[in-house]
T-cell receptor, first 115, second 112 residues
Framework: ETGVTQTPRHLVMGMTNKKSLKCEQH?????MYWYKQSAKKPLELMFV???????ENNSVPSRFSPECPNSSHLFLHLHTLQPEDSALYLC??????????????FGSGTQLSVL | DQQVKQNSPSLSVQEGRISILNCDYT??????FLWYKKYPAEGPTFLIS?????DKNEDGRFTVFLNKSAKHLSLHIVPSQPGDSAVYFC???????????FGKGNQVVVIP
């Protein structure tokens, strides 16, 4: 148990659907992250929120829309996705995005399949 | 452009022997390096880290070695145990933020 909870664990959606991924952390951290892990590729940073403000958008297509209502919750809203968006989506948190020598705490991920 | 590289995607080792995982990086601004371990259907969990001011860090059965001049680090697991069977990711960050760059991961299988 890492203190970072993601739901749902698995999601299958059609290309015209709209769905949301949810992440919650109970560690008192102020930075939250979305990462994408595709098969045979390194983890790719998508978005970073620090104290609820978006500090990083790593050239992510607009069909992915993040939301961070407070430091404990992070959402990823999905709409009109493509089959190549099928991947494991990981949420993570840390004390502060600007702090150095920090480790990230990851959730278990949402395995997304787009049909 | 991949800044953190892990070659030899999989490793099989006998229980009780040493597992050695290697990682190379290209960005000379990296000053903090981490290893994460991932079981199937779980997220990565932090294993061990090393700052660029050190060349070795040890935690129980896990030791990380850093060779800055070669831009190379390695993770040694000794003795290896069946529970160590997992995917191991190398990651690195530079001063100023927590933007971690990850390698593709190494699958380790420890044979009882």
């Amino acid at each position: 148990e890492t203190g970072v909870t993601q739901t749902p664990r698995h999601l299958v959606m059609g290309m015209t659907n709209k769905k949301s991924l949810k992440c919650e952390q109970h560690l008192g951290h102020n930075a939250m992250y979305w990462y994408k892990q595709s098969a045979k590729k390194p983890l790719e940073l998508m978005f970073v929120y620090n104290f609820k403000e978006q500090t990083e958008n790593n050239s992510v297509p607009s069909r992915f829309s993040p939301e961070c209502p407070n430091s404990s919750h992070l959402f990823l809203h999905l709409h009109t996705l493509q089959p190549e968006d099928s991947a494991l989506y990981l949420c993570a948190s840390s004390r502060d995005w600007r702090a150095t020598n920090e480790k990230l705490f990851f959730g278990s991920g949402t395995q997304l399949s787009v049909l | 452009d991949q800044q953190v590289k892990q070659n030899s995607p999989s490793l099989s080792v006998q229980e009780g022997r040493i597992s050695i995982l290697n990682c190379d990086y290209t960005n000379s601004m990296f000053d903090y390096f981490l290893w994460y371990k991932k079981y199937p259907a779980e997220g990565p969990t932090f294993l061990i880290s090393i700052s660029s001011i050190k060349d070795k860090n040890e935690d129980g059965r896990f030791t990380v070695f850093l060779n800055k001049s070669a831009k190379h680090l390695s993770l040694h697991i000794v003795p290896s145990q069946p529970g160590d069977s997992a995917v191991y990711f190398c990651a690195a960050s530079a001063k100023g933020n927590n933007r971690l760059a990850f390698g593709k991961g190494n699958q380790v299988v420890v044979i009882p």
